[in-house]
T-cell receptor, first 114, second 115 residues
Framework: DVKVTQSSRYLVKRTGEKVFLECVQD?????MFWYRQDPGLGLRLIYF???????EKGDIPEGYSVSREKKERFSLILESASTNQTSMYLC?????????????FGPGTRLTVL | DQQVKQNSPSLSVQEGRISILNCDYT??????FLWYKKYPAEGPTFLIS?????DKNEDGRFTVFLNKSAKHLSLHIVPSQPGDSAVYFC??????????????FGKGTHLIIQP
């Protein structure tokens, strides 16, 4: 069974703080993704990575950065948190070279920025 | 510009009846489509998918239909059960060979199954 875990289920931070969201998968997946989910907007892709130390911008990368130092771990960084980054953050992973694109999601981190 | 559209934010269906969730897309480069189900405070879970070379895929109570000419797909759930109450996301990909790209999601449809 694929397992994608996220470091925190709930997080409360203050405006201007640096925030780290961690994601770990245990299935040796090459590809990892960060999305945010907001009411009425669905899931939007922030960044993804297809290999260690590789990263690609998604649809809404502004205000975020990522780090992939190890294959199983993909971190999302908010350099200076702002209130409009209050959201549900979802990490996902999948194989590269597979026959289909099913992504496996973690449980999500509900981030509130005050 | 929204490339994957779910025009019904919510849908209420009686238990035992058929639920039909609709999804439209605009990007003709999409060649793989997926449906995810999401409960509150949980991550989305994969439900069913369909490749653009097919027009139907069935898995138990769930069937996805794809009409490429209309750029439309639908998810049918028969019979609907209380545990089906969730938000359903339609997603699309333009690269079916490796999953290197992220998925493009619709905004979701909240399905409510009434007893």
């Amino acid at each position: 069974d694929v397992k994608v875990t996220q470091s925190s289920r709930y997080l409360v931070k203050r405006t201007g703080e640096k925030v780290f969201l961690e994601c770990v998968q245990d299935m040796d997946h090459e590809n990892m993704f960060w999305y945010r989910q907001d009411p009425g907007l669905g899931l939007r892709l922030i960044y993804f990575s297809y290999d260690v130390k590789m990263k690609e911008k998604g649809d809404i990368p502004e205000g975020y950065s990522v780090s992939r130092e190890k294959k199983e771990r993909f971190s999302l960084i908010l350099e200076s948190a702002s209130t409009n980054q209050t959201s549900m953050y979802l990490c996902a992973s999948t194989f590269q070279g597979g026959s289909y694109n099913e992504q496996f999601f973690g449980p999500g981190t509900r981030l509130t920025v005050l | 510009d929204q490339q994957v559209k779910q025009n019904s934010p919510s849908l209420s269906v009686q238990e035992g009846r058929i639920s039909i969730l609709n999804c439209d897309y605009t990007n003709s480069m999409f060649d793989y489509f997926l449906w995810y189900k999401k409960y509150p405070a949980e991550g989305p879970t994969f439900l069913i998918s369909i490749s653009s070379i097919k027009d139907k895929n069935e898995d138990g109570r769930f069937t996805v239909f794809l009409n490429k000419s209309a750029k439309h797909l639908s998810l049918h759930i028969v019979p609907s059960q209380p545990g089906d109450s969730a938000v359903y996301f339609c997603a699309a990909s333009g690269y079916s060979g490796g999953g290197a790209d992220g998925l493009t999601f619709g905004k979701g449809t909240h399905l409510i199954i009434q007893p």
